[in-house]
């Protein structure tokens, strides 16, 4: 085994606002020992001029022009990174063979004589388990957490599984791509944003468009190096006299919309959220494994109680809001709700915008919200129904 000697390829300012981290080299990047210079590179120079159009338009132009004339474009192009503040580099300054990313990997029990690993698990696509980064090649993720370092971008745009595994510890790029997390290994917060690797779009046209999308979030973001939420007041497990206080409040005080949201499970609504305002909400409980007969409310009484107040609410002329609340409507009809005033619809309203788009609330989270992936943050049982799409 001989272990790999690191070479430095990073390309663009010294104090970049945005750091754009690929996979590997491909064969012209070998070549001149730069990162995102043959055709991928070409995709995503051209998807960062759509997607930034304020930062150096007709240098961008310029630079496309030099397309044809081979990878010495990639000279010019040092010119727009500098004005546009943003920098470049790879998990692995290096070409695999065959380009195939899973010859730098080896399985857990291969590794097994590393005790000492400390790398995230890396899941290949198509193989079962999860491998370990040959002990060779462990030295380019130090030399990419010293990269980080060294620029401090506000902003790290992971691009494709490798980058995400690399800078934030975890892949399944189609789960987390477009929400905001922070990096691995580094010494102090930094800002991730995942997506789709350019050269997947080559392979998958139907990801440019959503490529597009998550780098205007990421020319929004680069501004400013912290992730900023906004706080929010959401009643959780409310009692009786919490639920009805939040309910007479509101219809005393009737918001411009009033949100909506269900959620199901065993044929039935397992809970309903509103939202009279971008912070403040309510989470009704109907249904708790941990009680008898999964109740949440102890008594039918109390249910009865609950649900009427949910049936005020909805029959109100408050204007209402949901995401693919058709879906909804057919549990709450069931129920005997009805539902007064639906104006919007949020997946509608989306998708009418932007057919070419995803249009599930996960999606519309990512591009619209600086929130986390939630959907990592819980486990679906098989007899739970999704009804993102």
């Not at 980058?163 to 789960?175: K, N, P």
Request: neutral net charge; contains cysteine.
């Amino acid at each position: 085994m001989t272990a790999h000697e690191p070479i430095s390829a990073y390309c663009g300012p010294p104090n970049p606002k945005l750091l754009l981290v690929g996979e590997a080299f491909g064969g012209n990047e070998a070549d001149i020992r730069k990162p995102f210079v043959g055709e991928a590179g070409k995709e995503l120079f051209r998807i960062l001029g759509e997607a930034m159009p304020d930062l150096e338009p007709e240098l961008h132009c310029q630079i496309q022009e030099l397309f044809k004339y081979g990878p010495a474009w990639a000279k010019r192009r040092e010119d727009w990174l500098a004005a546009a503040s943003i920098g470049l580099t790879n998990v692995f300054n290096l070409r695999p063979a065959n380009n195939d990313i899973s010859q730098l990997f080896e399985t857990k029990k291969e590794s097994a004589a590393s005790p000492d690993y400390d790398l995230p698990l890396y899941r290949i696509s198509g193989s079962p388990g999860k491998s370990c980064l040959k002990p060779e090649f462990r030295a380019e993720i130090s030399r990419l957490m010293a990269e980080i370092e060294r620029y401090r971008p506000n902003l790290i745009v992971a691009l494709g599984n490798t980058a995400s595994w690399a800078v934030a510890g975890v892949s399944g790029i189609s789960t987390i791509r477009g929400t905001l997390c922070l990096a691995k290994g580094t010494s102090s917060p930094c800002k991730v944003l995942p997506t789709y690797h350019p050269a997947g779009i080559l392979r998958n046209w139907s990801w440019r468009s959503i490529v597009v999308a998550d780098l205007i979030k990421a020319r929004r973001e680069m501004e400013f190096s912290e992730i900023i939420r906004p706080a929010r007041k959401i009643l959780i497990n409310p009692t009786l006299v919490e639920l009805e206080d939040w309910v007479q409040w509101t219809l005393a005080h009737p918001p411009s919309l009033l949100s909506c949201d269900i959620e199901t499970a065993y044929s039935q609504i397992t809970c309903i959220g509103f939202a009279r305002s971008k912070s403040e909400a309510v989470v009704i409980p109907f249904l708790n494994k941990t009680n008898p007969g999964w109740h949440y409310w102890l008594d039918s009484s109390g249910e009865l109680y609950a649900w009427d107040l949910v049936a005020k609410l909805l029959a109100s002329p408050i204007p209402k809001l949901g995401q693919n609340f058709v879906y909804d409507l057919q549990y709450l009809l069931r129920m005997g709700l009805r539902v007064n005033a639906y104006h919007h619809d949020t997946m509608l309203l989306h998708h009418s915008l932007f057919p070419e788009l995803q249009k599930g609330l996960g999606f519309l989270g990512s591009i619209y919200t600086s929130e986390p992936a939630w959907k990592l943050m819980r486990h679906f049982k098989p007899d739970t129904e999704k009804r993102d799409e």
